[in-house]
């Protein structure tokens, strides 16, 4: 037994010998010697409630004890699993997991004070190569994935299904491939995925509209195809949204318009067609947005600079926009960027935009004035 007196252990009831001496589990059991030895203890097979109680409690903080060891040695052999999976690892993560230190002081890992389980996972770049194993699904108590900026390679495990609380996930900058699992809609604390810069195609998945947590989603620069699915109004708290440089098809749902939280819209270099729906340009926190290199079309309301005050880069050059130049867009003080090049944007004249200005076409500039008007496409 632990620190307790030798004394009163070599009296204890026996029942008792086997438990841990944590502190919670050495109180409980002395107080359970106690109260056995006051009341005849159970010499006529019966128990007062309290000896009962006092039992069931150990019992159950003995399960919870024993079940904590199990998923430490669980998370050892998932991290174990993980380093013998990585073929190349130039600046030496790898070889530090080892028993000199206990796993949840190895590089990259963070684990829970309470529990000791695995709660973050972070080997941002640090070049690794290699790909993830379906054990990473027994990681049960990861909140956390970032392994951006690496050179992990496959596919991203079903398995992942499995990582219930996890938060942020972030595979960026690697060469995964294949679809996104359709069963990460299990993963319902989300709030951050970003799979930018991979090989990854197929659908967006309905499914992640069931992630009503989701804040930041990213896909862009992967080869994802067919249309952007209209479920995504399901996302109440969404962010930012990139799906730029990809083959996405048909056109902009009107239903992203009901993202009231929205901030960042990128959608360029896709093939998307038709119009913007005008409940897209009443997204008042809008401060990024993104769609050139379309085949979009038609004008945009001239009203957009009250409806999206805060917007600061308004971008949607290589389209096929028409109507006058946007007045209101002086509205908009923090405005950063306007490019709306290759387009048939008429109208230039004498406007203030913020710290941007427009002029008339035929007016004598600067030359960096008229580097950013023709940029723009306004000359």
Same mark, same amino acid.
């Given at each position: ?11 204890a ?15 409980l ?10 009341a ?9 409630g ?55 002081k190895?590089? =990259? ?10 709660t973050?996972?972070?080997l ?15 990681l ?8 951006q900026?690496?050179s ?14 996890i ?10 491939t ?13 709030t ?5 810069? !991979? ?22 620069l992967?080869n ?23 083959n996405l098809? =048909?056109v ?7 993202l009231?939280?929205?901030g960042y ?17 009443n997204?008042s ?14 004008e ?9 005050? !805060?917007?600061?880069?308004f ?12 007045v ?15 387009n ?6 004498a406007?203030?935009?913020?710290n ?6 035929h ?10 008007l ?6």
């Amino acid at each position: 037994m632990g620190n307790g007196n030798s004394e009163g252990e070599e009296t204890a009831d026996p029942i008792f010998a086997r438990f841990p001496s944590s502190s919670l589990m050495r109180a409980l059991q002395l107080a359970a010697e106690v109260e056995l030895g006051r009341a005849c203890p159970l010499r006529d097979g019966r128990a007062s409630g309290l000896q009962r109680l006092l039992v069931l409690l150990i019992s159950v903080l003995e399960s919870a004890m024993a079940s904590n060891t199990s998923g430490n040695a669980t998370d050892r052999i998932a991290l174990l699993d993980f380093k013998n999976h990585i073929t190349q690892d130039p600046f030496q993560i790898m070889p530090s997991w080892n028993d000199s230190l206990h796993f949840c002081k190895w590089i =990259g890992v963070k684990c829970n004070p309470t529990n000791g389980r695995v709660t973050i996972l972070n080997l941002e770049s640090q070049n690794l190569f290699g790909f993830i194993r379906p054990s990473i699904g027994n990681l049960t108590f990861l909140t956390g994935i970032n392994l951006q900026n690496n050179s992990f390679h496959s596919e991203i495990p079903q398995e992942i299904d499995r990582l219930i609380r996890i938060q942020h996930l972030n595979l960026s900058f690697n060469s995964f491939t294949g679809k996104i699992p359709s069963n990460i809609a299990h993963c319902k604390e989300l709030t951050v995925v970003y799979l930018d810069d !991979n090989e990854l195609f197929g659908l967006i998945p309905e499914q992640l509209s069931s992630l009503s947590n989701l804040i930041f989603l990213s896909l862009e620069l992967n080869n994802f195809s067919g249309e952007i699915p209209s479920s995504i109004e399901n996302l109440p708290s969404l962010n930012l949204l990139s799906l730029r440089r990809n083959n996405l098809q =048909g056109v902009i749902p009107e239903e992203i318009g009901y993202l009231s939280k929205l901030g960042y819209f990128a959608f360029p270099s896709n093939e998307i067609s038709d119009t913007i729906p005008l409940a897209i340009y009443n997204i008042s926190s809008l401060y990024h947005f993104s769609v050139a290199n379309y085949m979009l079309q038609g004008e945009i309301p001239q009203d957009v600079g009250h409806t999206l005050p !805060n917007v600061k880069l308004f971008l949607g050059g290589i389209n096929n926009f028409t109507g006058p130049i946007l007045v209101s867009l002086s509205n908009a003080s923090g405005l950063q960027m306007v490019d709306f090049s290759q387009n048939m944007i008429y109208g230039v004249r004498a406007i203030k935009f913020g710290n941007l200005e427009w002029v008339e076409s035929h007016h004598r500039l600067s030359r960096s004035l008229q580097m950013f008007l023709e940029y723009s496409g306004l000359l």
